[in-house]
């Protein structure tokens, strides 16, 4: 059984101050979570990493950029690498989430350089992929995320499927209050399974985690983590409020 990855994308929002106010709040109503049931992951604007990163040094929480750049160095005004976010206490990034794919034009094809050199660098790479309502409705769901996905692990051994979730975010779901019901979820999930048995060894497969992404808020968190292949949840909005996150991350097992 993996352990499920319940992740905290806080997107373009907290300065430093509100930021640490949150992550003081959440580290006390996560105090009794047990971290050999749940690995929990923050997301903060880059500005706040640092800081953050001293608050949880002595909780099980762990960072996560929300995007870098595949070279090491160089003339990249505004981006950031991979040691980077390693030198300030990242061990996850997330990589080709739909926002970044719409509004910042990444291709499939730089996201697959970025998974690259994120594993190179040593973080952990939380690949997103998803549907826009239109692919939905004209049966595309499925043809959609597994290309996305081949292309994302193009050139990658099936030995860094451990180091890699995949996180499924309908577009539609995202940000909307609409949530894919789990029966939804659970099929793209089966079907992003299938298509890395396709690919790679069964025992690489099965130490990769599939998360969902959408809307996830305390009053679907259970019956989605009910699902068999949901191992776990990305969430933006409500990982902006402490309860709600921490509600989250204590999800009840159905
Ligand atoms: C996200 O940003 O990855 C996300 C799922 O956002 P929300 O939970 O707000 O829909």
Known sequence: MLKPLIAGNWKMNTTVHQGVDLVIKLRELLKGADPDEVEVVLAPPFTSIHHISHIIADSHIRLCGQ???????GAYTGEVSADMLISVGCRYVIIGHSERRELFKETDEMVNKKVLAALKAGLRPIICVGETLDERELGKTISKVQLQIKKALSGLAGGALKDIAIAYEPIWAIGTGR????????????????LLFELYDTD????????????????????LMAQPNIDGALVG?????AEDFARIVKF???
């Open 204 to 223: 690489s497969v099965k130490s990769t985690r599939v998360i969902y992404g959408g809307s996830v808020k305390p009053d679907n968190i259970d019956s």
């Open 252 to 254: 009840r097992h159905l």
């Open 237 to 241: 909005g409500a990982s902006l409020k």
């Open 67 to 73: 995007n870098l750049h595949w070279e090491k160095g």
């Open 179 to 194: 949530t894919a019901t789990p029966q939804m979820a659970e099929e793209v999930h089966n079907a992003l399974r299938e």
